[in-house]
């Protein structure tokens, strides 16, 4: 319950991010509730989920770093080593294998020059294998830093994979890269979003979500 | 009669069916606002009920009757499934990102129906667009009167907020999903207690998926009865079925059930690409054992396909044209499941990594004549007898779930499995 949590372990996150993590503590019945949403938000603050993101977890929403740690390690999507500016997640589950996924896996590993998981050593790609992402009508498909694109092709994964070397943009936008790199998709997006993701975490407002150009 | 409740804003206004503005314009809160001021919660409820609306999370239990359950004591909560995660399905994310002011009015009035004062919209985390979709939609819900205290001046409150999942499929188990909110691991608990008596914070809890919920608004302003009138009897109403693989026309379709699978395949999805021949399908996503043609003119009910031992679940339909490796395509989906069991159980835990480690060497050339039977053993002990609706091990059904594809494969292609096993002999034709 509120009131046991120590926000002074925080102190050293940006104005901004301190300022999230209470608004998240604050809209959760019960404190340990927040333990994902500021996982999430530890990701953006320190690039990943380090040993000291978990204990400063905990003692926000007082429980044990172990408790916290639990909880990390049973989730795919926070990254507990280091990740690279651009995860790209290579779906092969069922219908994506069906129509090509596996090589579009084998492309993106080659052309990042990267195993499963790992980052290259500047720092700027990983690449990992990911089950299924929901965009089975549009398959295969591959997120970068979660933000989606359907009907890829191993030469066009190649070709993203060069595009975010050379262009490195700050915020990767899911309607841009699908009209870059794209084909198929499983249904009309709709209107087109100026928001997208700058990091391997999730681009959605509480967590924040960056705006091109920033 | 009407065949479209959920698709049609979407399909009418590609381009801002997403929007307040637009919703409004197409008679969007109109059912809320005509509910708040001249219904009553409990008839709001039997409507839902005379709907016979069932589920479409993949259990395929009425919602009517899981709300039925909800024990009489405050708080209690109403948690949104949007951790659409089965493999072939993404009719949720649709709903999530083209409609998501129909979800909103249709959490307003269940919660309204239900006594509820507090829901949690649960978004998978590689879904982010879709949290991003609906999040606007709250904000502008909110600041137009159709969230929050005194809702349209009824008295009635309702607060609303998203939570995202972090990567893991098992918390589409509705309470592994609950200690996901709870900020625990994802592992489905033992049940009873059942969510509607001790589900979030041990409270009274109703968990719907994002499509049931997204019905409520028709049903409400239509009837429950004009509902259950559409389509066959214990199959009511229009349904999305996600289609994808080997076809034409893969995508979200909302159709009225009881057409038959040749009609979906080769109608709506346009039969199969290049020409190919249709070697089976997968109808209700990975968790389902697979049809092959013998099927396709049976009638695509929840009763029928129940008949032929597998499931509509999820209404994810996958298809595979006659170039598909099935012990690739089975080991795919097997390793999802090994991947996601959440370790809870041992037989699960253990025989899915079994299952994939054993497919993995057939398909290196490594396979052994006595791995079919490994295989069927093993799937064995995960679900006792192999038969259908599977048997438990094991606190929820993702054990059973990865034996689907084994028993299709053993079942309808045991020639083609043999074939990639050195030692057997295997008629060449």
Same mark, same amino acid.
């Not at chain 2, 206004?13 to 997403?18: E, R």
């Not at chain 2, 479409?56 to 009425?62: E, V």
């Not at chain 2, 013998?294 to 695509?300: A, G, I, K, Q, V």
């Given at each position: 319950m509120s009131g046991s949590m120590n926000r002074s372990v925080i102190n050293h996150w940006s104005p901004e991010n301190q300022r999230r993590a209470a608004a998240i503590l604050a809209s959760?019945?019960?404190?340990? =509730?927040?333990v994902m949403p500021l996982l999430y938000l530890a990701s953006r603050e320190h690039r990943y989920v380090t040993e000291d993101a978990m204990k400063e977890v905990a003692a926000l929403v007082g429980i044990a770093a172990a408790q916290v740690r639990s909880v990390a390690s049973f989730?795919?999507?926070?990254?507990r080593e280091p990740v690279g500016d651009y995860l790209i997640s290579v779906c092969t589950s069922i219908s994506c294998h069906l129509l090509g996924g596996d090589q579009v896996l084998a492309a993106a590993f080659s052309a990042a020059g990267v195993g499963n998981g790992e980052t290259t050593e500047d720092g700027k790609i990983s690449v990992e294998r990911a089950e299924c992402i929901g965009a089975c009508g549009g398959a295969p498909a591959v997120q970068v830093n979660y933000e989606l694109i359907e009907g890829i092709t191993p030469d066009k994964i190649a070709a993203l994979v060069a595009w975010l070397n050379d262009t490195q943009p700050n915020v990767v936008l899911t309607d841009e890269m699908q009209q870059l790199f794209g084909g198929?998709? *499983? @249904? #009309?997006?709709g209107p087109t979003e100026s928001v997208g993701a *700058? *990091?391997?975490?999730?681009?959605f407002g509480p967590y924040g979500s960056a705006s091109e150009g920033q | 009669m009407t065949t479209r409740i959920l698709t049609t804003r979407m399909e009418e206004?590609?381009? #801002? =069916?997403?929007s307040m503005a637009r919703y409004l314009d197409t008679g969007g809160y109109a059912t809320l606002r005509h509910a708040l001021a001249s219904l009553s919660p409990e008839q709001v409820a039997s409507e839902v009920k005379a709907s016979n609306l069932r589920g479409?999370?993949?259990?395929? @239990?009425?919602m009517g009757v899981k709300w039925g359950f909800?024990?009489?004591? #405050?708080p209690k909560y109403l948690v949104i499934?949007? #951790?659409? *995660?089965?493999? $072939?399905? @993404?009719k949720d994310r649709q709903l999530l990102e083209r409609d998501p002011h129909q979800l909103v009015e249709g959490i307003v009035l269940s919660s309204f129906a239900l006594g509820i004062h507090r829901a949690f919209i649960y978004i998978r985390g590689e879904y982010p667009k879709a949290a991003r979709r609906v999040q606007q939609a709250i904000e502008e819900a909110f600041e137009a009167g159709?969230? $929050?205290?005194?809702i349209c001046g009824s008295g009635f409150s309702l607060d609303v907020s998203i939570h995202l999942g972090?990567?893991?499929?098992?918390?589409?188990?509705e309470t592994a999903l609950l200690n996901s909110l709870e900020g625990r691991r994802g592992e489905p608990r033992l049940k009873p207690p059942f969510p509607a008596v001790?589900?979030?914070?041990s409270r009274p809890t109703i968990v719907n998926n994002v499509e049931s919920l997204s019905n409520v608004p028709w049903i409400v302003a239509n009837g429950g009865t004009a509902y259950s009138s559409i389509g066959p009897e214990r199959s009511a109403g229009t349904r999305m079925f996600s289609l994808s693989g080997h076809v034409k026309k893969p995508g979200n379709y909302e159709i009225v059930m009881g057409m038959s699978w040749r009609d979906l395949i080769y109608g709506i999805g346009g039969g199969?690409?290049?020409?190919n021949e249709l070697k089976t399908w997968i109808? $209700?996503?990975?968790s389902a054992p697979w049809l092959v043609p013998?099927?396709?003119?049976?009638?695509?009910t929840i009763d029928d396909v129940t008949a032929l031992g597998t499931m509509l679940g999820s209404g994810a339909v996958v298809v595979m044209d006659q170039t598909t490796d099935v012990v690739a395509a089975a080991h795919s989906i097997v390793r999802f499941f090994a991947h996601e069991s959440?370790?809870?159980?041992t037989p699960c835990r253990e025989g899915t990594r079994w299952l994939q480690d054993i497919l993995e060497r057939i398909l290196d050339g490594?396979?052994?004549?006595?791995d079919i039977d490994l295989l069927l053993d093993v799937s064995d002990n995960i679900s006792? $007898?192999?038969t259908w609706p599977p048997a438990m091990t094991?606190?929820?059904?993702l054990g059973p779930s990865a034996t689907a594809p084994i028993v299709s494969i053993t079942k309808y292609f045991l020639d083609e499995v043999k074939a990639k096993i050195d030692g057997f002999e295997v008629a060449v034709g």
């Open positions: 959760y019945p019960e404190d340990r =509730s927040a989730y795919t999507m926070y990254k198929q998709r *499983s @249904f #009309d997006w *700058s *990091s391997a975490v999730p681009a | 206004h590609p381009s #801002d =069916s997403n479409r999370g993949g259990a395929g @239990f009425p909800l024990a009489d004591s #405050d499934n949007a #951790d659409e *995660s089965e493999p $072939g399905t @993404f159709y969230l $929050g205290a005194d972090g990567g893991a499929y098992i918390c589409g188990e001790a589900g979030l914070y199969i690409r290049d020409g109808p $209700g996503g990975a013998e099927h396709l003119d049976t009638p695509l959440c370790g809870q159980c490594s396979g052994r004549p006595s006792p $007898g192999l094991t606190i929820c059904p």
